[in-house]
């Protein structure tokens, strides 16, 4: 345990808790770094392959269960979220996507002042090292190893191409000047193995930053308005730590709202019904819960996929090529390739994600997912910009407790239309010249459904969260009632307290999530270290 006071204690080493954390250390602050999980060193999180058998672990996932969801027939989804070291990045599928420039300058209009994409960028560049090279989007040298896929199938190929022949453009990079079109996926790997924010932030971080783990904050105690410190649990043992400048909360979009409450922050109609006294009525706190729904067009094909690698001999040979060459389907992320694409007139940015997986899987009796005996691919379909919000609430008053999930992932009719409008598409691409001769049969939906009625009853049935919730701290001006943090990340009403992580995000960016919650990690630090040293001269004065 550290010898002197922290200046500060950063709760959560997730995606954007372990670059806040990193940053502000390298700046010269003490930093206690707090992580419920254990350590990312292990295999079976370095193997990107193997997220397969740890999502849904609990030593690797806090395994989170959303309440029945009747807008997709009553299935209580299952909500996984990182907890180890690394937080999502060291369970996800390292897809790695900032989003469209659209995304951040409607954040700012919403009153996050300083989020529009020319302000964000500097912290998209800094945090990555791109194996495409810097440019001016891009960057090396940064925390973050950005790769290409190194498990290669001729037939992902042949959908980029079909892509371009269904009337779709091709961009040199998503995560560059033009962030639609369609491109093969980068992901955050290094030399085929995943590369968390733990790794890139964590594992040559200054000493001036202490971690401790398998610790879980159960309370962040505020006296006078203002943050002491934070009350924990260890070896089931309680403790309290006090921090000289105050807590950053970095625990994710459905433990950070879950934290607050406990601490007595949030609606204070919800902390009376489980007893809990209101430090400061916030009702914004678990509210504005967004995630991306998506469903899945799957299709058999004559050509070699990973479902045919992962069989006997094949695999055997699968297993040699990751130790010798760190290549292979054992490197395999979720997707190949993708494109974000408008599905309709009038939109102002894509809309859809379509990502293409060389391999399929087919759900089991039990709701599992095994991979497809037979040569297959999948085109994944996700809706950007949904219209649902869900929230997130408490249990009870017991921080064991897991949180109260509730959202409709499809509770907006014009949210399944453009589901349905993205599978329609998708199917096209699979009809185009330079791919359809490999396909043997659609095996979901199946052609036989055709109307946009029968595919929205499919959408209905068949569509998931894609893991990506945000929102439910949202940052905004302190005239909307419903913000919790500032644009400065500072908690509206209470000294001494910032969140960053996904829970701050407004609106979900159009991509996967991950690259912008270490963005938020890494600016939201700067953010952090203005006001301590604001702070620290004013003490000194
Ligand atoms: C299965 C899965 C697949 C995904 N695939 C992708 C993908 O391919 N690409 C992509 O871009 N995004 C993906 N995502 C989403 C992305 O990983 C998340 O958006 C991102 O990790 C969120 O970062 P965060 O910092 O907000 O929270 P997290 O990374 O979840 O970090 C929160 C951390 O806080 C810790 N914590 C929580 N409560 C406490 C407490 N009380 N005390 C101490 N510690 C606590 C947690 O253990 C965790 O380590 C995926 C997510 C999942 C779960």
Redesign the pocket.
Known sequence: MMAQQPDIIV???????AACASRLADAGQKVLL????KSDKDLRSRIPAL?ANI?QTPDF??CFQAEPDPSVGGRPDVW??????????????????RGHKWDYDHWAKLGATGWDYESCLPYFRRMEDNERGADHWRGTGGPIAVSEIRSKYQITEEWVKAVEEAGFPRSQDLNGEKAEGVDFIQL?QRSGLRWS?ARGYLEKASPNLEILLE????RIEVENGRVTGVS?RQNGEARTITSRYGVVL????L?TP??LMLSGIGPAEELKKHGISTVLDLPGVGENLQEHPATHLVNSVNSRTLNDDAKGLAGIKQVMKMALKRSGALTT??GHAQAFIRSREGLEAPNIQLAFSAFAFDITDKGNLALRSESSVSTLVGLMRPSSRGRVTLRSGN?ETAPKISHMLLGNEDDVMQLVEGLQIARKIMGQPAISGDVTAEVRPNEELESREALSHYVRAATIP?????GTAKMGAKSDPMAVVDADLKLHGIEGLWVA???VMPTLPA????????M??DKGSDHVLKAITEKASAMAA
């Open positions: 709760i959560g080493g997730g995606s954007a808790g707090v992580e419920a999980g997220m999502v996932d806090w996984p979220a990182g907890k180890r070291l690394g937080g999502g990045s060291a369970i996800n599928g390292m897809m790695f996507i955050s924010a610790t879980q904050v159960e924990v970095s625990a994710g979009a433990n879950r934290l992320g979720i921080p894609m893991y990506h919730p945000v992580d996904a829970s991509g996967n999530t991950n690259a912008t919650a270490i938020i990690g």
